[in-house]
């Protein structure tokens, strides 16, 4: 799962520097964001909680 996570991350974050390249800042940001909130790695939206 984190594999596949991981490689999702790159694709996203690969297209928001494509769109950073290409005039669109707040979709490449929004992108970035999204890349980062998606990786199994730092804070991701599909750790699971702690407090479980």
């Known amino acids: 799962m984190n ?9 996203i974050g690969i297209i928001g520097i494509v769109q950073l390249l290409q005039g669109q800042i707040i979709l490449g940001i929004v992108l970035l964001v999204v890349a980062c909130l998606v990786g199994p790695g730092g804070y991701s939206i599909f750790r699971r909680s702690a407090h479980r």
Do not use: F, G, K
């Open 3 to 11: 594999l596949v996570l991981w490689i999702v991350a790159v694709i």
